[in-house]
């Protein structure tokens, strides 16, 4: 998956969340936790490649289970320690560990995931390599742009219209 497809659909992955939880997160660190974490994967490892003798772009250690759990651990005991202090913030863990999974679910392809499941296959990891011209040829990734650029369009005109966030949010009390 690309940039658009990985950054459109995390971001409305978390705008669903927030929508069924009913709740209200400050929209701009919303967007900037979750896009942030949701190129994260690609942030790290592609410029990773040529330190390790291999091209630039390919899947590394970044794109493992291995790191997902881990950063999903580092999350949870941010999320546990923030949330005893009653703060807002501890949202913001949860969503960053979201955008992590969110993109290596995205990036699952059908002619194997041996760098998700690394180390089962060896320690090394495959040099795989980055080319826009990927994004031409392939049907999946194509589509994924287009939906993740749709979802991006649609959220920034909520944004504009103050409608992206809930309003104060009605605590009223049931009836009878
Ligand atoms: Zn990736």
């Given at each position: 998956?690309f940039?658009?497809g990985?950054?459109g659909i995390?971001?409305?992955?978390?705008?669903?969340i927030?929508?069924?939880l009913?709740?209200s997160?400050?929209?701009?660190?919303?967007i900037?936790i979750?896009?942030?974490?949701?190129?994260?994967?690609?942030l790290?490892d592609?410029?990773?490649?040529?330190?390790?003798?291999?091209?630039?772009?390919?899947?590394?250690?970044?794109h493992?289970?291995?790191?997902a759990?881990i950063v999903?651990a580092?999350c949870?005991v941010l999320?546990?320690?923030?949330?005893?202090?009653?703060?807002a913030?501890s949202?913001?863990?949860?969503l960053?560990?979201l955008g992590?999974?969110v993109h290596?679910?995205?990036d699952l392809?059908?002619?194997?995931?041996?760098?998700l499941l690394w180390?089962?296959y060896?320690?090394?990891f495959?040099?795989?390599?980055?080319s826009w011209?990927?994004?031409?040829?392939?049907?999946v990734?194509?589509a994924?742009?287009?939906v993740g650029?749709i979802i991006?369009?649609?959220l920034l005109?909520?944004?504009?219209?103050?409608?992206?966030a809930?309003?104060?949010r009605e605590?009223r009390?049931?009836n009878g």
């Amino acid at each position: 998956m690309f940039p658009l497809g990985h950054v459109g659909i995390a971001l409305g992955v978390g705008f669903l969340i927030m929508r069924y939880l009913k709740s209200s997160w400050d929209p701009k660190l919303f967007i900037v936790i979750l896009g942030v974490a949701s190129l994260t994967p690609d942030l790290i490892d592609k410029p990773m490649g040529p330190l390790f003798g291999l091209p630039f772009g390919g899947r590394l250690f970044a794109h493992t289970l291995v790191f997902a759990f881990i950063v999903m651990a580092v999350c949870l005991v941010l999320w546990l320690r923030w949330s005893k202090k009653g703060t807002a913030v501890s949202i913001w863990p949860l969503l960053f560990s979201l955008g992590v999974w969110v993109h290596l679910l995205l990036d699952l392809s059908l002619e194997g995931n041996a760098v998700l499941l690394w180390p089962a296959y060896g320690v090394a990891f495959p040099s795989g390599e980055f080319s826009w011209g990927h994004l031409t040829a392939s049907p999946v990734a194509i589509a994924g742009e287009v939906v993740g650029a749709i979802i991006l369009v649609y959220l920034l005109v909520l944004l504009l219209l103050g409608r992206f966030a809930l309003a104060e949010r009605e605590d009223r009390p049931e009836n009878g």
